[in-house]
């Protein structure tokens, strides 16, 4: 006896249109990541444009204090503390440019300095490196902070100053803020800033104020 198979009946559709169609949903998708890689890839630090509240007032080039060396890609922010009570920011730069002469035979230096009044001196551009942060000196940005007493506490105007600056330098250079802004303590031990290493809170909290910062400069933006 013959069986009778039934075969299914089944929608025929050109295997050339639906390889087309594949084509062009993988077109599609690797636009979308593409678009979304470069969305967040961050910007040449010689192309950025720093905030006003920025004054450049750059060291001359010398190998004590601006070596000159590209600084590539900016992968972090170390915050410092001068350790020098009661100076501004225009004195700390110009202790820096002094050491140009290489009298004193130390090296430092620093990208910015926030001052007692949230007065901001930028000392490097972006895309050269400070000497600051010893072995992160390669791929990050160095900002000193002014402060009246020993105890290192900024007061409350240089402290807005700072988050918001570094804020703006996480937002430019697509930063987690709680895993790039870092403290000098946390790359060589020594106890700077002063305060944010006495009091570990202290540090945890700036972190904070820097990320509600950086959504509200977002908002703002919207
Ligand atoms: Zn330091």
Known sequence: MAVHRRRRRRWYI????????????????????????LARRAPDPAD???????????????EWS????????????????VGNPGTTAQ????????????????YASSHFIVGLEGEVIQCIPL???????????GDTVAIEVCHPD???????????RVVELTAWLCQEFRLDP???????YDVTGKVCPRH???????????????AAEMEAAAEQAD
């Not at 720093?50 to 010398?62: G, I, K, S």
């Not at 601006?66 to 503390?81: A, N, Q, S």
């Not at 944010?196 to 820097?210: G, K, L, T």
């Open 14 to 37: 050109d295997p050339r249109l639906k390889l087309g169609a594949l084509g062009a949903a993988l077109l599609v998708l690797a636009c979308a990541v593409i678009g979304v890689l």
């Open 48 to 62: 950025v444009a720093v905030p006003d509240y920025v004054r450049q007032d750059y060291l001359t080039v010398n």
């Open 66 to 81: 601006r070596p000159g060396t590209e600084l590539k890609e900016i992968r972090g922010v170390v915050i410092h503390y």
């Open 91 to 106: 004195a700390n730069r110009n202790y820096f440019e002094s050491l140009s002469s290489g009298k004193e035979g130390t």
């Open 127 to 137: 895309d050269e490196i400070a000497y600051a942060s010893n072995t992160r000196n």
């Open 150 to 160: 020993e105890t290192g506490v900024f007061s409350p105007v240089t402290y807005d």
């Open 178 to 184: 709680e895993a790039d802004v870092i403290r000098h």
């Open 196 to 210: 944010f290493v006495d009091d570990p809170e202290s540090w945890e909290q700036f972190r904070a104020d820097v």
